[in-house]
Every structure is written in C-alpha cells, then in structure tokens.
C-alpha cells in the first residue's frame, strides 16, 4: 500500500504489482515465508482473489496467514468446503505435500509462459507484455536507419492517416469550413493536401522529380507515395527516396499548420529550399554510413 511520501518511482512500481504477480512463482519449502493468500503458490493464482476477499473468514485462516500456518504435523487444517472455489482448492491441496522443514526455505522464481527464467528476462517479459504484430510493408518508408525521429513520427502519424486535416476536424464535430488553404480548391484530406494539391504536386514535388531527372512525379493514392519509396533506382535509390518523400511531407503539414495558425502563406520555391536544405543536413550528418555516402552527389546531380 502506497502512501503520500512514497517516491512517485515507487509508487510506480506498486501499481504494476497485479501485472507482475503472474509471472512470480513461489515454490514451498517450510511454507514459513510464503503468504498463504497474496502468493502465487498454488495453479489458481493468489488465493485472495480466487476464493474472494471473503476467504480468510471462511476459511479460518488469518489474512497475513503464511503457508506452514495452515498445515500441521498431519496434514492441512481446512473446514469443509462450502463452495465450488474452495473445493477445487481442497482436491489441489489433497494432492500435494504439505510443507515440511526438511525441504528448506521457500523460494521464488520468474516464469515466463509456464518457462523458468534464470532470474528476471526483461526481453522475454516484455515479448508477452507487448506482443509483436505481423510485419507491415510500410514499415521500412517509415522506420529506417538514418531517418530524421521527427521527420519519421510525422511520416507515421501521415500514413496511419491520423494528421488532423480540415476533413477529420470536421468529422469529429468542429465546425470548421474543410477547404484546402493552400489552394483553396478541395476539401483538405490527407492524400490531397500532402500529394495532389497543387501547391504540392506542380510546385514541391515537380521540383523534386525535376532534381532527380525523373518524370513528372504523380501519386495517385497514398500507397502510390509507399511504393515510390520503395523503388530501385540507381540514381534515385530508396534510401534518397526515404529522405526525400519524409522532408517534404514534414514541409508541407508545417506550411499548412503556419498558413492555418498564424496565417503567413510562404511560396513553394522557398519551402523547397528549405527541403533542399534539410536533406542536404541529413546526408551530412550520416556521410560516413555507407548507404548515405553517395547520397549528396545523387541529390546534387
């Protein structure tokens, strides 16, 4: 029980005890040190909360009762059963030693999916914690070594579709008007706003294929910018494209927040500067990995 002078670490450590008692096994010994009933001693978990806070009564057994308090030289010392819980806790108990000193002292033990663990595993505790989903395809335009974090949350954010457009504003009840203020022409939505506004698409991503002598660039859909990034391409290979596809999308959400906030509409040519500048920064910073070592010449070309 946690009180008001306890460290806030503390009391954070407290509240993961009802996560963490189901990996903690205790073993009887002597049963001196085990809690008969906030102890995962038995297959039922902490008897207090199999039986019901009810139990220390029904069952004439002290709430700070340990295990050796419940047993004698003959055997346990139970009433009758006088439920479904407490029976199947009688057939357990009928069919196991009681402790005795010659076993020695009690002794605990983490257990991962019914494994023992030669004391505490955090990375398997945490694969059960935190199971690991199925791969997507994505991942790697998103997540790679080398991305800018800030750049890559906002790729993240973009591509799960949860930016806060005009659109999803509106359809969570604010009374907005959902037209793009970049060009004032659509409702403002993700894949318009970031891939086929015209600010976006004849201004900053024209001038993106223009510098790696690419086709004009047109995504149709979102997975068409995915898949973008993705492609082999010597002059262009995907690690650029990363780079490339996360600072504009970074630019331009930070364009449509300053027009929407503070009102200041900046030219695309001087966004694209600014792209230019930030990609420029980041092959820097990483020259010496090898992926990026070409990158600056390919991007300067």
């Not at 946690?2 to 010994?29: H, M, P, Q, T, Y």
């Not at 207090?48 to 004698?72: E, H, M, Q, Y």
């Not at 694969?127 to 395809?137: F, G, K, M, Y």
């Given at each position: 029980?946690?009180?008001?002078?306890?460290?806030?670490?503390?009391?954070?450590?407290?509240?993961?005890?009802?996560?963490?008692?189901?990996?903690?096994?205790?073993?009887?010994?002597?049963?001196?040190?085990?809690?008969?009933w906030?102890d995962?001693?038995t297959?039922?978990?902490?008897?207090?909360?199999?039986?019901?806070?009810?139990?220390?009564?029904?069952?004439?057994?002290?709430?700070?009762a340990?295990?050796?308090?419940?047993?004698?030289?003959?055997g346990?010392?139970?009433?009758?059963?006088?439920?479904?819980?407490?029976m199947?806790?009688?057939?357990?108990?009928?069919?196991?030693?009681?402790?005795?000193?010659?076993?020695?002292?009690?002794?605990?033990?983490?257990?991962?999916?019914?494994?023992?663990?030669?004391?505490?595993?955090?990375?398997r505790?945490?694969?059960?914690?935190?199971?690991?989903?199925?791969?997507?395809?994505?991942?790697?335009?998103?997540?790679?070594?080398?991305?800018?974090?800030?750049?890559?949350?906002?790729?993240?954010?973009?591509?799960?579709?949860?930016?806060?457009?005009?659109?999803?504003?509106?359809?969570?009840?604010?009374?907005?008007n959902?037209?793009?203020?970049?060009c004032?022409?659509?409702?403002?939505?993700?894949?318009?706003?970031?891939?086929?506004?015209?600010?976006?698409?004849?201004?900053?991503w024209?001038?993106?294929?223009?510098?790696?002598?690419?086709?004009?660039?047109v995504?149709?859909?979102?997975?068409?910018?995915?898949?973008?990034?993705?492609?082999?391409?010597?002059?262009?290979?995907?690690?650029?494209?990363?780079?490339?596809?996360?600072?504009?999308?970074?630019?331009?959400?930070?364009?449509r927040?300053?027009?929407?906030?503070?009102?200041?509409?900046?030219?695309?040519s001087?966004?694209?500067?600014?792209?230019?500048?930030?990609?420029?920064?980041?092959?820097t910073?990483?020259?010496?990995?090898?992926?990026?070592?070409?990158?600056?010449?390919?991007?300067?070309?």
């Amino acid at each position: 029980m946690s009180v008001a002078s306890d460290s806030w670490n503390w009391r954070c450590l407290l509240r993961l005890r009802d996560l963490a008692e189901s990996f903690v096994k205790c073993n009887i010994g002597n049963g001196r040190a085990a809690s008969f009933w906030f102890d995962n001693w038995t297959p039922f978990g902490p008897l207090i909360k199999f039986v019901g806070t009810d139990g220390p009564r029904a069952l004439r057994i002290p709430i700070n009762a340990k295990v050796s308090d419940a047993c004698n030289s003959v055997g346990w010392i139970l009433p009758s059963p006088r439920s479904d819980h407490v029976m199947r806790l009688h057939v357990y108990l009928t069919n196991i030693n009681r402790p005795t000193d010659d076993k020695g002292t009690d002794s605990y033990e983490w257990m991962v999916e019914n494994k023992i663990c030669d004391g505490f595993s955090a990375r398997r505790t945490w694969s059960v914690l935190r199971p690991r989903a199925n791969l997507v395809d994505w991942s790697s335009s998103v997540w790679f070594k080398g991305a800018t974090p800030r750049h890559a949350f906002n790729m993240w954010t973009a591509n799960l579709d949860r930016l806060p457009t005009k659109s999803r504003l509106a359809a969570w009840g604010v009374q907005i008007n959902t037209t793009c203020g970049l060009c004032s022409l659509l409702p403002e939505t993700r894949d318009h706003l970031l891939l086929t506004c015209d600010y976006a698409l004849y201004f900053i991503w024209n001038a993106v294929s223009s510098r790696l002598h690419l086709p004009q660039i047109v995504f149709g859909s979102w997975s068409d910018l995915i898949s973008w990034t993705r492609v082999l391409n010597v002059r262009s290979p995907p690690t650029l494209r990363k780079i490339i596809a996360q600072a504009v999308i970074y630019a331009i959400w930070k364009q449509r927040n300053n027009l929407h906030h503070n009102q200041i509409y900046v030219l695309p040519s001087v966004i694209f500067k600014d792209i230019d500048r930030v990609i420029k920064n980041s092959i820097t910073a990483r020259r010496l990995n090898k992926r990026f070592r070409l990158l600056m010449s390919l991007w300067l070309h």
